[in-house]
């Protein structure tokens, strides 16, 4: 028994080594100066139609796949016997996977990224490292009322850069990036979920480049908002909250004209949608006006300082929604509606600054407004505290009925007459970021202020939820960041941030006597009071490597 | 510049004392971020009030104009009232998604039944709007006390059209469909008074409620002075109002304050008064129970009797 596990164990590794093979002879024959390719590039040059001839070719291909396989084999192994020789004997020899087409000095591969150390102290028990939307824990709960300190280094970065050469006048490109923000299991220990840190991909897209268009088609930031151009300086953690900050995948397409030093980009784009079952993609587009002529400086977050030219932009966003109807045995039933949002960038170079390297005293303004409905996802992880209501029970069964939701919470809900609705949010956020003349601006200061809110949210909610739910969020953070070395940042920051709850106090009750018999007229429920609210402080010290 | 043993020196001590400045630059920062959040925790919503201790509270204490209590908003999220243990999978299914309240509140008016399905619970309020607005607490000098605390407030309950009206209910010739509504609401919540139904002028066809809600709650056991202190003590209750059920409870401590005429108490440490989910602070005045007067009055359960008189009620 044991003889034919260990003979089943053999063959097992002989026909994957053979699998593995034959996959790197695939590649080979992808790699190799093929002729293949440029043959095929000719043929589709001469436009040629000819089936069977290109039948004949594809069995040609598979056929000689073995034989172009053998040679490369024998190619790389004598230019490794040339490289031995020519290196003298003793020195190491370095294979080389051969690149897919092109010199492999003619491709750009370039690693980047950052490590980098935060220390948090929070005033309340409520935000893992970023704050995110989350509900604020309230005063005179335990949570509410007591710190919280987090250091983690799971916001460094790691990413590859990769640039193939032009061919027949297309540029190339791709990137991937990660961050070790992935997602663990429920059951993980805190210690786990910090120090291990799983990988997340961030982007992940390839980039072509023509004459005529540009395009993009992977997971990259969001055309929505312009994410990546006109994001504020601070050493918390994008986006803040208000922010639009998203990656999706996406199909984009971007146009740039220029005139003089005038750029306009006009993009759109295909976006996975905010609901996969919609069976529709998202729709983005917008345009972006910049201007080179007038330059600032602008760190995006707690990133590296560029130039920034003034730029406006103004992006869109277009989704649909489909759900089972609000009752427990829908049928086939689907409700509909629809989600937008608009938005309006600007970066405002204050006091402009020439150089990089010398970009003391520039002074910039960063400004976003969305408003939109349908759209909270957008905002990173923001609901708002928004879900789906339960399922009334008229026929009183056991267990009850569990509405079959197919959107994730804070999209669309529905209202008090069951119909499909979408939750709305409006949200602005400026910044201002100055670089004191010191070292060539190597210190610099920076401040937000955001602040977003719902106007149907509560609407969308049954009283007994309000506690629940957020209608409005305000935030305002201080920065210190300070250059130890071109690559190496300090940081310091402040940072508040205040959410309004639904719920409202009770007017005053009259000490010492309970309800007398004495019906009043009725009021506007949820009203009268004021209004509960929760507020965290957190402060906030950043290092990075930048490479 | 040619570099010397003494340039290459100097150059070396400007470079230690650039990175001991370095050095302490980060931790003056570090201290400042302790700093910076140490001292800006959120406000509480109810002040600790005096705790100068003085002498055992014995005595009869109620809330009054000038004495006031003090509750956080908490928010509780209600859970399904549809289904014991509801929030729980049964195996091998997954957690219900988190969900908001029914819109319904579990009340659903049939036409062939114009009651609701079930509804033996009160109509549901956030539990945050919850205040004590009426107290009564007696202490005895053997160690036994008792605590009447009633929630008092105005509230609304909301129900949409499709609650009402969607499963059959119509205007009769009892009256309208909220008319209905609140004559069943009358019947089963006996801690709603003054309950007041009309339609929603934005919602045809819909119900608001309006209920002012009386609500008893605490309970009675036992006090005593915490060793080692003279102004904490430590009730531990072994009964629950309103039904005076036995019911063990954690020790609840809290800082008082006895100036004669009135008392303060403070939940001690942060911990709730009486272990009341929210109330923090009961701002008392003496009162004198008369159990000789022929009415029912504080602190007794029928006529002249009860935990507060000397004679227990048949």
């Given amino acids: ?547 | 510049m040619i570099e010397t043993p003494t340039t290459s020196r100097s150059n070396k001590s400007r470079e230690r004392r650039r990175h001991g400045a370095l050095g302490a630059t980060s931790a003056g920062l570090c201290a400042l971020l302790l700093l910076l959040a140490t001292g800006c925790a959120q406000k509480p919503t109810c002040p600790d009030l005096a705790s100068c201790g003085g002498a055992l509270p014995v005595g009869d204490w109620v809330l009054g104009p000038g004495h006031a209590s003090c509750s956080e908003q908490l928010y509780e999220p209600p859970p399904d009232p549809r289904l014991a243990k509801g929030d729980q999978p049964a195996a091998r299914l997954p957690v219900p998604e988190e969900s908001l309240y029914d819109w319904c509140d579990a009340l659903i008016f049939k036409g062939d039944d114009p009651q609701s399905v079930d509804s033996n619970h009160v109509a549901r309020f956030s539990v945050s709007d919850q205040a004590i607005g009426a107290a009564w607490i007696h202490y005895d000098g053997a160690g036994n006390y008792a605590a009447s605390l009633t929630k008092t407030g105005t509230y609304y309950v909301d129900y949409p059209s499709v609650c009402v009206r969607g499963f059959g209910a119509r205007d009769d010739a009892t009256g309208g469909v909220c008319t209905q509504v609140q004559g069943y609401l009358a019947g089963k919540s006996p801690v709603g008074r003054n309950i007041a139904c009309q339609a929603n002028p934005n919602d045809p066809g819909s119900c608001t409620c309006r209920f002012d809600l009386s609500v008893l709650t605490g309970g009675s056991g036992e006090y005593a002075l915490v060793p080692g202190t003279k102004n904490t003590i430590v009730h531990a209750r072994t009964a629950r109002f309103p039904d005076k059920s036995q019911a063990a409870d954690f020790p609840a401590t809290a800082t008082f304050c006895n100036q004669g005429t009135s008392l303060q108490l403070t939940g001690a440490n942060g911990a709730y008064l009486f272990n009341e989910p929210g109330l923090r602070t009961l701002d008392l005045q003496s009162t004198v129970i008369n159990c000789t007067d022929g009415l029912q009055g504080l602190g007794e359960d029928g006529v002249d009797c009860g935990v507060a008189c000397p004679m227990p009620c048949p």
């Fill in chain 1, 1 to 547: 028994m044991k003889h034919r596990a260990l003979s089943a164990f053999a063959i097992s590794i002989a026909l994957f080594g053979a699998h593995a093979h034959a996959q790197d002879d695939d590649e080979d024959l992808a790699a190799t100066p093929g002729k293949a390719s440029d043959a095929k590039s000719g043929d589709d040059g001469k436009k040629s139609d000819d089936t069977k001839a290109d039948a004949a070719k594809s069995t040609a291909k598979d056929e000689g796949s073995a034989k172009v396989s053998l040679s490369a084999d024998a190619k790389s192994g004598s230019a490794s016997a040339d490289a031995t020789a020519d290196a003298g004997p003793g020195a190491e020899v370095v294979p080389q996977r051969p690149p897919v087409y092109g010199k492999r000095g003619d491709w750009a591969i370039t690693p980047y990224g950052y490590a980098r150390f935060d220390a948090i102290e929070d005033s309340t028990q409520s935000f893992e490292d970023g704050i995110q939307p989350n509900l604020i824990q309230r005063v005179g709960t335990y949570r509410g009322d007591h710190r919280r300190t987090i250091f983690t280094a799971r916001d460094s970065r790691l990413g590859l850069a990769v640039g193939a050469p032009t061919y027949q006048g297309i540029k190339s490109s791709a990137q991937i990036e990660f961050d070790f923000y992935g997602l663990v299991p429920t059951d993980a220990r805190r210690h786990d979920s910090v120090v291990f840190g799983p990988l997340r991909i961030r982007h992940a897209y390839l980039k072509l480049e023509t004459s005529v268009v540009d395009v993009i088609a992977g997971q990259y930031y969001d055309v929505f908002g312009w994410n990546g151009s006109f994001y504020p300086a601070t050493v918390g953690y994008l986006g803040v909250p208000a922010e639009i900050y998203h990656r999706n995948p996406q199909l984009r397409i971007e146009k740039k004209i220029h005139a003089g030093d005038v750029e306009l980009t006009a993009a759109v784009a295909a976006v996975r949608p905010g609901q996969r079952d919609s069976g529709v993609p998202d729709g983005e587009g917008g345009l972006k006006l910049t201007y080179s002529g007038w330059t600032g400086i602008a760190t995006p977050g707690f990133g590296r300082p560029a130039l920034a030219p003034l730029s406006v932009g103004v992006s869109g966003l277009y989704r649909h929604f489909e759900a089972p109807a609000f009752r427990a045995e829908p049928g086939s039933e689907a409700v509909h509606t629809n989600g937008y949002g608009v938005a309006v960038n600007v970066l405002l170079p204050v006091v402009p600054a020439k150089t990089v390297e010398d970009h003391g005293n520039a002074l910039t303004l960063t400004g976003e407004f969305s408003k939109g409905t349908g759209i909270a996802d957008m905002y990173t992880f923001m609901d708002g505290g928004s879900r789906f209501p339960l399922l009334p029970n008229p026929g009183n069964t056991s267990p009850a009925t569990v509405y079959p939701a197919n959107v994730d919470p804070g999209l669309v809900t529905f209202d008090r007459n069951f119909a499909l609705k979408t939750v709305n949010w409006q949200g602005f956020v400026a910044g201002l970021q100055y670089y004191l003349p010191i070292g060539g601006g190597r210190v610099w200061i920076a401040g937000i202020y955001s602040q977003i809110k719902s106007d149907n949210i509560k609407n969308l909610t049954p009283f007994a939820s309000y506690g629940g739910i957020f209608t409005k969020m305000e935030y305002i953070d201080a920065n210190l960041g300070i250059d130890i070395t071109p690559a190496v940042a300090l940081g310091l920051s402040f940072q508040t941030v205040k959410q309004t709850f639904a719920d409202v106090s009770p007017a005053t009750p009259v000490f010492g006597a309970v309800a007398a018999d004495s019906p009043n007229a009725l009021g506007i429920p949820g009203t009268g009071g004021v209004a509960a609210s929760a507020r965290n402080n957190r402060g906030q010290l950043s290092m990075a490597l930048f490479f």
